[in-house]
């Protein structure tokens, strides 16, 4: 199955990838929360198992959109990387589920009715 990916820095000579994200806080716990919320170490395995880069190289610039606009570099932790490696597995599996049923299975795990609705 084909992916593009279009990362904010890719710099092949030293083999590393950047994405710039902006943020409310750029401090660790809260920058780590928002990772987690919104999918970057997804993104980030991703990104550098398609351009054949270590995700251990990958870095996230977190730029604040309130004063003092400050700037912070973060990387992942092992435990960030397996989690995002899990993700990929995860979405490609969805993926190459619902290209083969033209179905998508969101909530797997759950019973259904017989015209789809999750059973709470």
């Keep these: 199955m084909k992916v593009r990916v279009r990362p904010d820095v890719y710099n092949g000579f ?8 902006s943020c409310q806080e750029n401090f660790p716990n809260a920058f780590k929360r928002d990772c987690y919320k919104y999918g970057y170490p997804l993104q980030a395995v991703c990104y ?5 880069i ?6 996230f610039i977190a730029v604040e959109t309130k004063y ?3 700037c912070q570099v973060y990387a992942l932790s092992d435990e960030m990387i397996d989690y995002g ?3 990929l597995e995860k979405a490609l599996a969805e ?4 290209l083969t049923t033209k179905k998508a299975d969101l909530y ?10 999750i059973i709470l």
């Design 85 to 87: 490696k899990k993700q």
């Design 108 to 117: 797997q795990g759950y019973s259904l009715t017989l015209e789809g609705s």
């Design 14 to 21: 030293h083999k590393f990838i950047t994405d710039v994200k």
């Design 95 to 98: 993926w190459k589920f619902y």
């Design 48 to 52: 550098s198992t398609l351009m054949g």
């Design 68 to 70: 003092p606009f400050s």
């Design 54 to 59: 270590d995700p251990k190289q990958f870095r």
